[in-house]
Structures are given as structure tokens and as C-alpha cells.
């Protein structure tokens, strides 16, 4: 399988029917670099910049941040790369920074939450960033943004933190683009209002899995109990790709659903063209779309969401072995 797998590494990701599909690899350290050429991925979708500050013993200052980030971006040699601001707070606990226990820390003061309330370690961030990224595109990516506007506070700090950089004279990014991660439900319906404030959004279907069915992620006893491959899901993501067809905004789907072939297969059929995933999935993925095709994906959705409820799984892996995908 494994072997199989390399085979397909140089080969272009294109369904049957003539799709091209973009696939990225999910990182957080710069041991995960070399991944990105071994599997053939066309760049980093996801790049978790928490964990450098999970890993630290005290809070890395600017100019640390700034040397990590760009020998990030000089191992990807030119692809693109997507760093998500810092996703901490909840039970990803920093030892360095005093944080007040909560009752639910993940619908707590977590991600850009805490960036915007404190906006010193944000802005710290940005400006490790900017530097990094100097005469070069920049891609930064907001983690659980619940309502359009929380993107006009974070611009607005990000724009500070540009303007200080210009003063001083830095040579700054070639180009600067912004995105929100689509992980929190109350976003998909306000969509007309989020997606002209961003230049890209991709899907953390694990939290919007998890917040969709208020089904803890890590908790197996009621995550089992509930498929991402469910009529409710599908039906959130099937809108979402459609209104960012309307607005033209480029969307991918980060979370482990995009990693695992039979979801893959379905977002697809909803429209989505770009995945971000674990490494070792690139290989399994790709030969599930070189086996594609993609509108007859389309057409057994549209059939299956009319009426469906819960899991549709059971129909979906009955088309994907009838159809040798
Ligand atoms: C997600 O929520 O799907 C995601 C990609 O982010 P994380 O798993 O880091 O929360
Ligand atoms: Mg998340």
C-alpha cells in the first residue's frame, strides 16, 4: 500500500472527471517540514502555531518567533503556507501565562478571544509574522471566529502593527492575507457578512463537528455517537461552499474530515476543491480522487439531503464500492 502510495506522489491529484484538487498537509513544527515534499503536498493549510508555545518554557519574544516562522517558510520553498494566530487558552494551557479555570474551556476564552481581549500577545505575533514573511506573501488565519466583526478588531491590529513596521522602514509582505477559520456555527449564518471581510476561510471541522452536535471532540463516549457524514453537517457545509462560490472566496476544510477518504469523497461533491490534512493521508486521498467522479458525488448528495437524517453513511460507502472509488 505504502509503496503504492509514493507512486502516486508525483501525480497530479485530478478527479476523473477532470477536477483539480489542491492538497495541503497540516503542521506545527518545523520537524514536520519535510514532510511537505515526501508526500507532494501543494503547501501548508494549516500551520498550528501553538505549539512552539506549548513546547517553551517561558513566552517566545519576537525576534524567537520571528527566526521559527521563517525558517518555516524557507523549508517550503516558495508553497504557500497558512500560519493560524495562536489557538490557546481553554485546556491548552501556557505555564507562563496565568489563566483562570473554567467551567467549559472549549466554548471558554480561547483563540481569538483572548487575542482580541489581550491583544500584546497577538500583536506580538503579527509582528514576528510581518518580519518573517518580509518581500514575500503572508497568509494568517483567525481560529474561532464566531461573528463577522471580531474580523474587523483583529484587522485593526494587524493594520497597527503594518503601520509600525512601515514607520520604521521594514521591508514588509509582498501581499498580506487574512482568513477565519469556519469552526463555530454561529458564523455560517452570517456568511454574506463574513465573507467579504476575508480573503480565504477554511473549515476546523473537528470544533465545528463538535460544536454542530455539542458533542465533546475528545470525549468518546458521546463523539461516537455522532457522524461527520451526517445529514445536518453536510447541509451546513453544502451552504457554506456555495456562498463562498457567490463571493469568490477560496475555501478548504482543515480538520481531520478532509484526511479521511469517504469525507473527502462527499466534500467534493459539495464543491470543495482544497484540503489540508495530515501527512500520511495525502497518499490515501489522492488515490480516492484519481478514482473519482466527482458529479456523480454531486448528484448522490443532492438525492440523500432532500430527506435524509443522521448518518448517511452507510448509503455513501455503498456508492463509493459500487463505483470502485
Ligand atoms: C479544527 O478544529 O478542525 C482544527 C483544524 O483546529 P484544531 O484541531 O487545532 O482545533
Ligand atoms: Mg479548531
Not at 524557507?74 to 483562570?100: C, M, N, T, W
Not at 473527502?264 to 473519482?292: D, E, Q, Y
Request: hydrophobic share 45%; charged share 25%; with cysteine.
Amino acid at each position: 500500500r505504502q509503496k503504492q502510495y509514493e507512486k502516486l506522489r508525483d501525480l497530479p491529484a485530478v478527479t476523473k472527471d477532470g477536477e483539480r484538487i489542491a492538497l495541503q498537509i497540516n503542521a506545527g513544527l518545523l520537524q514536520d517540514m519535510p514532510h511537505l515534499a515526501e508526500s507532494g503536498g501543494d503547501g501548508i493549510g494549516l500551520f498550528r502555531t501553538e505549539l512552539m508555545f506549548m513546547l517553551s518554557h517561558s513566552l517566545p519574544r519576537v525576534d524567537r518567533q520571528t527566526e521559527a516562522y521563517s525558517a518555516i517558510l524557507q523549508e517550503a520553498k516558495g508553497k504557500p503556507v497558512v500560519f493560524r494566530s495562536l489557538d490557546i487558552g481553554g485546556d491548552k494551557i501556557l505555564p507562563y501565562l496565568r489563566q483562570i479555570p473554567e467551567e467549559n474551556p472549549a466554548i471558554g476564552w480561547r483563540a481569538i478571544r483572548m487575542s482580541l481581549d489581550r491583544p500584546a500577545l497577538f500583536r506580538m505575533q503579527i509582528r514576528a509574522l510581518l518580519r518573517a514573511a518580509a518581500g514575500q506573501q503572508l497568509r494568517v488565519m483567525l481560529p474561532m471566529i464566531a461573528v463577522a466583526t471580531e474580523m474587523d478588531e483583529a484587522r485593526a491590529l494587524i493594520d497597527k502593527e503594518w503601520a509600525l513596521a512601515k514607520a520604521r522602514g521594514s521591508l514588509l509582505p509582498s501581499e498580506l492575507l487574512i482568513g477565519a477559520m469556519i469552526e463555530v456555527p454561529s458564523v455560517l449564518f452570517e456568511l454574506d457578512e463574513l465573507l467579504p471581510r476575508v480573503d480565504f476561510v477554511s473549515v476546523g471541522s473537528n470544533d465545528l463537528m463538535q460544536f454542530l452536535f455539542a458533542a465533546d471532540r475528545s470525549n468518546p463516549r458521546v463523539v461516537n455517537r455522532f457522524d461527520s457524514l451526517s445529514a445536518a453537517p453536510l447541509k451546513a457545509l453544502k451552504m457554506l461552499a456555495g456562498a463562498c462560490y457567490r463571493h469568490n472566496v477560496p475555501l478548504t476544510v482543515c480538520g481531520e474530515m478532509a484526511g479521511r477518504p469517504i469525507e473527502a469523497m462527499c466534500l467534493i461533491g459539495l464543491g470543495f476543491r482544497t484540503f489540508s490534512m495530515a501527512p500520511a493521508s495525502i497518499g490515501p486521498v489522492k488515490a480516492m480522487i484519481r478514482s473519482l467522479d466527482g458529479s456523480a458525488v454531486t448528484d448522490l448528495l443532492d438525492d440523500l439531503l432532500v430527506s435524509g437524517s443522521g448518518s448517511l453513511r452507510a448509503e455513501i460507502e455503498a456508492f463509493a464500492a459500487r463505483s470502485k472509488v
